[in-house]
Protein backbone atom coordinates (compact mmCIF):
# COMPACT_ATOMS: atom_id res chain seq x y z
CA UNK A 1 0.00 0.00 0.00
CA UNK A 2 2.85 2.31 0.85
CA UNK A 3 4.19 2.16 -3.03
CA UNK A 4 0.82 2.20 -4.25
CA UNK A 5 0.85 5.77 -2.50
CA UNK A 6 3.98 6.71 -3.56
CA UNK A 7 3.46 5.54 -7.13
CA UNK A 8 0.35 7.92 -7.44
CA UNK A 9 2.22 10.82 -6.57
CA UNK A 10 5.15 9.87 -8.69
CA UNK A 11 5.71 11.23 -12.79
CA UNK A 12 8.92 9.41 -13.08
CA UNK A 13 9.73 5.64 -12.45
CA UNK A 14 13.13 6.79 -12.13
CA UNK A 15 12.38 7.75 -8.74
CA UNK A 16 11.52 4.19 -7.38
CA UNK A 17 13.76 1.47 -7.11
CA UNK A 18 12.07 -0.66 -9.26
CA UNK A 19 12.86 -4.04 -7.23
CA UNK A 20 11.16 -2.59 -3.69
CA UNK A 21 7.86 -2.84 -6.44
CA UNK A 22 5.68 -5.58 -6.26
CA UNK A 23 6.08 -8.13 -8.74
CA UNK A 24 2.74 -6.98 -10.53
CA UNK A 25 3.79 -3.22 -10.38
CA UNK A 26 7.22 -3.38 -12.15
CA UNK A 27 6.87 -1.35 -15.40
CA UNK A 28 6.97 -3.51 -17.77
CA UNK A 29 4.41 -5.86 -16.53
CA UNK A 30 2.28 -2.85 -16.19
CA UNK A 31 3.22 -2.15 -19.79
CA UNK A 32 2.42 -5.35 -20.93
CA UNK A 33 -0.69 -5.10 -19.55
CA UNK A 34 -1.73 -1.52 -20.97
CA UNK A 35 -0.81 -2.88 -23.86
CA UNK A 36 -3.51 -6.17 -24.14
CA UNK A 37 -5.90 -3.82 -22.32
CA UNK A 38 -6.14 -1.21 -25.19
CA UNK A 39 -4.78 1.72 -22.82
CA UNK A 40 -2.02 2.91 -25.88
CA UNK A 41 -3.12 4.85 -28.24
CA UNK A 42 -1.74 6.66 -31.04
CA UNK A 43 -1.90 10.69 -31.56
CA UNK A 44 -1.02 12.19 -34.82
CA UNK A 45 1.37 15.84 -35.54
CA UNK A 46 1.00 17.40 -38.59
CA UNK A 47 3.90 17.64 -40.80
CA UNK A 48 3.28 20.70 -43.16
CA UNK A 49 4.49 21.87 -46.59
CA UNK A 50 6.42 24.89 -45.95
CA UNK A 51 5.60 26.52 -48.94
CA UNK A 52 1.64 25.78 -50.07
CA UNK A 53 0.61 25.39 -46.39
CA UNK A 54 -1.04 21.88 -47.30
CA UNK A 55 -0.81 18.88 -44.99
CA UNK A 56 1.65 16.33 -46.11
CA UNK A 57 2.11 13.79 -43.30
CA UNK A 58 1.16 12.76 -39.98
CA UNK A 59 3.87 11.79 -37.13
CA UNK A 60 2.34 9.39 -34.87
CA UNK A 61 3.46 9.82 -31.33
CA UNK A 62 1.98 7.18 -28.84
CA UNK A 63 0.37 8.04 -25.76
CA UNK A 64 -0.64 5.67 -22.67
CA UNK A 65 -4.17 6.50 -20.59
CA UNK A 66 -2.57 5.16 -17.20
CA UNK A 67 -5.39 3.98 -14.88
CA UNK A 68 -4.27 6.33 -11.98
CA UNK A 69 -1.56 8.46 -13.51
CA UNK A 70 -3.54 10.68 -16.68
CA UNK A 71 -1.79 10.83 -19.82
CA UNK A 72 1.64 9.44 -19.90
CA UNK A 73 3.98 10.80 -23.33
CA UNK A 74 6.67 8.31 -24.04
CA UNK A 75 9.26 9.22 -22.13
CA UNK A 76 8.04 8.30 -19.35
CA UNK A 77 7.61 4.77 -20.32
CA UNK A 78 9.91 4.35 -23.29
CA UNK A 79 13.11 3.61 -21.52
CA UNK A 80 11.09 1.12 -19.40
CA UNK A 81 9.80 -0.38 -22.63
CA UNK A 82 12.72 -0.59 -24.52
CA UNK A 83 14.76 -2.33 -21.53
CA UNK A 84 12.10 -4.81 -21.28
CA UNK A 85 12.32 -5.28 -24.66
CA UNK A 86 8.28 -4.58 -24.45
CA UNK A 87 9.14 -2.24 -27.90
CA UNK A 88 8.53 -4.73 -29.94
CA UNK A 89 5.19 -5.28 -28.86
CA UNK A 90 4.46 -1.51 -28.52
CA UNK A 91 6.10 -0.71 -31.70
CA UNK A 92 3.80 -3.60 -33.90
CA UNK A 93 0.84 -2.21 -31.57
CA UNK A 94 1.27 1.80 -32.74
CA UNK A 95 2.07 0.87 -36.33
CA UNK A 96 -1.06 -1.51 -36.84
CA UNK A 97 -3.07 1.46 -35.70
CA UNK A 98 -1.86 4.05 -37.48
CA UNK A 99 -1.85 1.92 -40.88
CA UNK A 100 -5.58 1.18 -40.56
CA UNK A 101 -6.22 4.57 -39.21
CA UNK A 102 -4.43 6.14 -42.61
CA UNK A 103 -6.58 3.80 -44.50
CA UNK A 104 -9.65 5.53 -43.38
CA UNK A 105 -8.55 8.36 -44.01
CA UNK A 106 -7.09 8.22 -47.70
CA UNK A 107 -10.48 7.80 -48.80
CA UNK A 108 -11.45 11.68 -47.25
CA UNK A 109 -8.72 13.02 -49.46
CA UNK A 110 -9.20 15.41 -52.44
CA UNK A 111 -8.43 13.53 -55.86
CA UNK A 112 -4.33 13.35 -56.51
CA UNK A 113 -3.46 14.07 -53.16
CA UNK A 114 -1.08 12.06 -51.15
CA UNK A 115 -0.46 11.93 -47.47
CA UNK A 116 2.52 9.91 -46.18
CA UNK A 117 2.55 8.43 -41.98
CA UNK A 118 5.76 9.12 -40.16
CA UNK A 119 6.41 6.43 -37.72
CA UNK A 120 9.02 6.52 -34.25
CA UNK A 121 11.09 3.22 -33.89
CA UNK A 122 13.61 2.70 -31.31
CA UNK A 123 17.80 1.38 -32.15
CA UNK A 124 16.52 -1.45 -31.36
CA UNK A 125 14.30 -2.75 -33.09
CA UNK A 126 15.82 -1.71 -36.19
CA UNK A 127 19.04 -4.08 -35.25
CA UNK A 128 16.76 -6.85 -35.07
CA UNK A 129 16.93 -9.73 -38.31
CA UNK A 130 13.26 -9.83 -38.68
CA UNK A 131 12.28 -5.94 -38.46
CA UNK A 132 11.75 -5.23 -42.31
CA UNK A 133 9.90 -8.14 -42.37
CA UNK A 134 7.75 -7.65 -39.72
CA UNK A 135 7.02 -3.71 -40.39
CA UNK A 136 6.14 -4.72 -43.96
CA UNK A 137 3.75 -7.71 -42.88
CA UNK A 138 1.89 -4.97 -41.06
CA UNK A 139 1.76 -2.90 -43.55
CA UNK A 140 0.39 -5.22 -46.21
CA UNK A 141 -1.97 -7.09 -43.53
CA UNK A 142 -3.36 -3.40 -42.71
CA UNK A 143 -3.51 -2.55 -46.41
CA UNK A 144 -1.11 0.29 -46.40
CA UNK A 145 0.42 1.10 -49.14
CA UNK A 146 4.51 0.99 -47.97
CA UNK A 147 5.59 4.00 -50.32
CA UNK A 148 3.33 6.01 -48.04
CA UNK A 149 5.30 5.22 -44.81
CA UNK A 150 8.13 7.10 -43.12
CA UNK A 151 9.92 5.14 -40.80
CA UNK A 152 11.85 7.84 -38.50
CA UNK A 153 15.46 6.40 -37.01
CA UNK A 154 17.51 8.16 -34.59
CA UNK A 155 21.28 8.49 -35.68
CA UNK A 156 21.12 6.14 -32.14
CA UNK A 157 21.00 3.46 -34.34
CA UNK A 158 23.58 3.68 -36.21
CA UNK A 159 25.92 2.46 -33.46
CA UNK A 160 24.81 -0.97 -35.23
CA UNK A 161 25.47 -0.11 -38.39
CA UNK A 162 25.92 -3.36 -39.99
CA UNK A 163 23.34 -4.73 -37.93
CA UNK A 164 20.44 -1.88 -39.19
CA UNK A 165 21.89 -0.57 -42.95
CA UNK A 166 20.15 -4.05 -44.14
CA UNK A 167 17.09 -3.31 -42.77
CA UNK A 168 16.67 -0.06 -44.01
CA UNK A 169 17.64 -1.04 -47.59
CA UNK A 170 14.73 -4.06 -47.10
CA UNK A 171 12.19 -1.75 -46.21
CA UNK A 172 13.10 0.71 -48.81
CA UNK A 173 13.43 -1.60 -51.32
CA UNK A 174 8.98 -1.65 -50.79
CA UNK A 175 9.20 2.08 -51.37
CA UNK A 176 9.75 2.58 -47.15
CA UNK A 177 11.09 5.76 -46.91
CA UNK A 178 13.86 6.89 -44.14
CA UNK A 179 14.21 9.71 -42.27
CA UNK A 180 17.02 10.40 -40.13
CA UNK A 181 14.77 12.07 -36.90
CA UNK A 182 16.78 14.32 -34.13
CA UNK A 183 19.44 15.24 -36.82
CA UNK A 184 22.47 16.82 -35.51
CA UNK A 185 21.72 15.90 -31.91
CA UNK A 186 23.47 12.50 -32.47
CA UNK A 187 27.00 10.96 -33.14
CA UNK A 188 26.74 10.84 -36.59
CA UNK A 189 29.53 11.71 -38.81
CA UNK A 190 28.69 13.71 -42.18
CA UNK A 191 30.45 10.54 -44.26
CA UNK A 192 27.85 7.95 -42.09
CA UNK A 193 25.00 10.42 -43.84
CA UNK A 194 26.25 10.30 -47.17
CA UNK A 195 26.57 6.57 -47.52
CA UNK A 196 23.40 5.82 -45.29
CA UNK A 197 20.06 4.67 -47.05
CA UNK A 198 17.93 7.41 -45.61
CA UNK A 199 15.17 10.05 -47.85
CA UNK A 200 14.83 12.66 -45.31
CA UNK A 201 16.49 14.48 -42.79
CA UNK A 202 14.48 15.89 -40.00
CA UNK A 203 16.47 18.50 -38.34
CA UNK A 204 16.18 19.03 -34.65
CA UNK A 205 13.83 21.18 -32.21
CA UNK A 206 16.78 22.47 -30.44
CA UNK A 207 18.24 24.39 -33.91
CA UNK A 208 14.97 25.45 -34.84
CA UNK A 209 15.22 26.88 -31.22
CA UNK A 210 17.96 28.98 -31.65
CA UNK A 211 16.45 31.05 -34.74
CA UNK A 212 15.65 34.31 -33.74
CA UNK A 213 16.52 36.77 -36.40
CA UNK A 214 20.06 37.12 -34.86
CA UNK A 215 22.92 36.53 -37.19
CA UNK A 216 23.78 32.92 -37.52
CA UNK A 217 20.90 31.83 -35.24
CA UNK A 218 20.22 30.05 -38.16
CA UNK A 219 23.72 28.41 -38.92
CA UNK A 220 23.02 25.13 -38.42
CA UNK A 221 19.90 24.87 -40.57
CA UNK A 222 21.52 26.17 -43.06
CA UNK A 223 24.17 23.91 -42.98
CA UNK A 224 21.77 21.30 -42.67
CA UNK A 225 19.47 22.37 -45.45
CA UNK A 226 22.21 22.13 -47.93
CA UNK A 227 23.49 18.73 -46.89
CA UNK A 228 20.22 17.75 -47.82
CA UNK A 229 20.49 19.45 -51.26
CA UNK A 230 23.84 18.00 -52.22
CA UNK A 231 22.28 14.47 -51.09
CA UNK A 232 18.96 14.71 -52.86
CA UNK A 233 17.25 14.33 -49.45
CA UNK A 234 14.17 15.65 -48.08
CA UNK A 235 13.71 17.85 -45.03
CA UNK A 236 11.56 18.47 -42.36
CA UNK A 237 12.28 21.01 -39.00
CA UNK A 238 10.43 19.91 -36.16
CA UNK A 239 9.85 22.21 -32.84
CA UNK A 240 8.44 25.18 -34.98
CA UNK A 241 7.07 27.22 -32.63
CA UNK A 242 7.09 31.21 -34.10
CA UNK A 243 5.47 32.05 -37.04
CA UNK A 244 9.43 34.03 -37.27
CA UNK A 245 11.00 30.52 -37.01
CA UNK A 246 8.66 28.75 -40.05
CA UNK A 247 9.42 32.02 -42.25
CA UNK A 248 13.14 31.66 -42.00
CA UNK A 249 13.05 27.31 -42.41
CA UNK A 250 11.02 28.48 -45.87
CA UNK A 251 13.67 30.84 -47.06
CA UNK A 252 16.55 28.38 -45.88
CA UNK A 253 14.87 25.95 -48.26
CA UNK A 254 13.57 23.62 -45.81
CA UNK A 255 10.43 21.67 -47.80
CA UNK A 256 8.34 20.73 -44.72
CA UNK A 257 7.66 21.76 -40.76
CA UNK A 258 6.25 20.51 -37.83
CA UNK A 259 5.59 22.45 -34.59
CA UNK A 260 3.24 23.77 -32.11
CA UNK A 261 2.90 26.59 -34.45
CA UNK A 262 0.75 24.41 -37.16
CA UNK A 263 -0.63 22.00 -34.58
CA UNK A 264 0.10 19.63 -31.41
CA UNK A 265 -0.16 16.29 -31.75
CA UNK A 266 -4.06 15.58 -32.32
CA UNK A 267 -6.73 12.51 -32.08
CA UNK A 268 -7.85 10.72 -35.01
CA UNK A 269 -11.49 12.80 -34.81
CA UNK A 270 -9.42 15.59 -35.54
CA UNK A 271 -7.05 14.72 -38.07
CA UNK A 272 -10.19 14.00 -39.44
CA UNK A 273 -11.88 17.60 -39.23
CA UNK A 274 -8.01 18.58 -40.41
CA UNK A 275 -8.23 16.78 -43.67
CA UNK A 276 -11.86 17.76 -44.38
CA UNK A 277 -9.90 20.94 -45.13
CA UNK A 278 -6.30 20.19 -46.07
CA UNK A 279 -4.98 23.68 -46.04
CA UNK A 280 -3.42 24.40 -42.50
CA UNK A 281 -1.41 27.78 -43.63
CA UNK A 282 -1.96 30.24 -40.69
CA UNK A 283 -3.59 33.46 -41.82
P1 LIG B 1 10.15 12.90 -31.91
O1 LIG B 1 10.01 11.74 -32.83
O2 LIG B 1 11.24 13.86 -32.18
O3 LIG B 1 8.72 13.59 -31.93
C1 LIG B 1 8.52 14.97 -31.74
C2 LIG B 1 8.23 15.28 -30.30
O4 LIG B 1 8.29 16.69 -30.12
C3 LIG B 1 6.84 14.86 -29.81
O5 LIG B 1 6.90 14.61 -28.41
C4 LIG B 1 6.04 16.13 -30.08
O6 LIG B 1 4.87 16.23 -29.30
C5 LIG B 1 7.04 17.19 -29.70
N1 LIG B 1 6.81 18.46 -30.39
C6 LIG B 1 6.35 18.63 -31.64
N2 LIG B 1 6.30 19.94 -31.97
C7 LIG B 1 6.76 20.62 -30.89
C8 LIG B 1 6.94 22.02 -30.60
O7 LIG B 1 6.67 22.90 -31.40
N3 LIG B 1 7.44 22.32 -29.37
C9 LIG B 1 7.74 21.36 -28.45
N4 LIG B 1 8.20 21.75 -27.26
N5 LIG B 1 7.58 20.03 -28.68
C10 LIG B 1 7.10 19.67 -29.89
P2 LIG B 1 6.32 13.27 -27.76
O8 LIG B 1 5.02 12.88 -28.40
O9 LIG B 1 6.37 13.45 -26.28
O10 LIG B 1 7.38 12.17 -28.20
C11 LIG B 1 8.70 12.21 -27.71
C12 LIG B 1 9.57 11.21 -28.42
O11 LIG B 1 9.16 9.88 -28.11
C13 LIG B 1 9.49 11.30 -29.94
O12 LIG B 1 10.31 12.35 -30.39
C14 LIG B 1 9.99 9.93 -30.34
O13 LIG B 1 11.40 9.88 -30.30
C15 LIG B 1 9.46 9.06 -29.21
N6 LIG B 1 8.24 8.34 -29.63
C16 LIG B 1 6.97 8.79 -29.73
N7 LIG B 1 6.13 7.82 -30.16
C17 LIG B 1 6.90 6.71 -30.34
C18 LIG B 1 6.63 5.35 -30.77
O14 LIG B 1 5.49 4.97 -31.12
N8 LIG B 1 7.69 4.49 -30.78
C19 LIG B 1 8.95 4.88 -30.44
N9 LIG B 1 9.94 3.96 -30.49
N10 LIG B 1 9.25 6.13 -30.05
C20 LIG B 1 8.23 7.04 -30.01
MG1 LIG C 1 10.03 11.42 -34.76
MG1 LIG D 1 12.00 14.29 -33.99
MG1 LIG E 1 12.77 15.27 -31.32
Known amino acids: AMHRTKRRQSHDWQLFAE ?14 RAIQKGQLRVLYQP ?10 AVEALVRWDHPTRGVLGPQAFLPAAEES ?13 ACSQMRGWRGMLPDGRS ?6 FSPSQFARPDFAQDVLGIVDRTGFDPADLVVEITEGALVDEELVVPQLEALRARGVRIAL ?20 LK ?21 VVRIARMLHLDTVAEGIEEPSQAAELTVLGFKNGQGFYFAEPMTPDAVRTL ?5 LQKA
Not at 88 to 96: E, I, Q, S
Not at 115 to 120: F, G, M, T
Not at 184 to 197: D, E, K, M, N, V
Not at 275 to 279: D, E, F, K, T, W
Request: aromatic share 6%.
Open 275 to 279: ISAPH
Open 181 to 200: DDFGTGYSTLYQITRLPIDV
Open 115 to 120: LHLSVN
Open 85 to 97: GLINDLGRFVLAE
Open 47 to 56: IVDLVTGDLA
Open 19 to 32: EHLPEDEQPEVELR
Open 203 to 223: LDRSFVMEINGGRSSNAVAEA
